[in-house]
């Protein structure tokens, strides 16, 4: 068998898509994020892995409270948006209908059955991106998404994105070009003015 090395960008596992959730001057921002994983059982955390560029960053760093929302496949474009343009320059709160949980920090979007709201307890500086570990506060699901009363997988059909041809999947079955399909909706956002105003977010239902 004749081997190659083949540089860095080994991405064996299709990642599971989820959008961050920040608050910035009062405003929920979101960004698409893939690099993120379970890191302890209990008490439970994740981590995530964020490019100190990004506004997302700066917005956890100084609130330490974040929300990772689980979007269903119909979101892959707003998704994919998200991940195009930073909240420095458009207001992409408007992308979804946001709400709040237990965590004032960390907004929550609607549209998305799964989401986890997180407390920040440790970040690592990596050259280009702070490794960020999250203390899990709540998870709120859609009831029709549980089997048993946790999230099944086949009812969620999570939108994963396999690296390094970018490409966005839900269930085997490709769905399109990440880096690219918000591209037109982001376009729309890049040409309405930008305020920055402090939006009021809705409190959700109880339960
Ligand atoms: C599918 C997808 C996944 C992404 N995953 C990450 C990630 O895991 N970490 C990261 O720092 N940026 C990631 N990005 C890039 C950010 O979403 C992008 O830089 C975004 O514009 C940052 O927005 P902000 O400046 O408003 O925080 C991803 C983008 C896409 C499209």
Known sequence: MRRRTIGCEAFPLPMTVSILGTI??????????????????????????INKMNHSCHAIMENREFSLNFPPVSLVTQTDCTGLISGKYVDKSGLFSVYSGILAQAPLIEECGLAIECRLVESVSLPTHHFVVGEIAAVHADEDLLSNGMPDMEKLQPVTLSMPYNRYWCGGTY?????KMGRELRDQLLDQPFTRKALPIKRRRPG
């Not at 960004?31 to 439970?44: D, F, H, I, Q």
């Not at 769905?175 to 880096?179: D, K, L, N, R, S």
């Open 175 to 179: 769905v399109g070009q990440a880096w």
């Open 24 to 49: 910035t001057d009062g405003h929920p921002n979101f960004m698409a994020l893939g690099w993120w994983t379970r890191v302890n059982y209990r008490p439970a955390m994740l981590g995530i892995s």
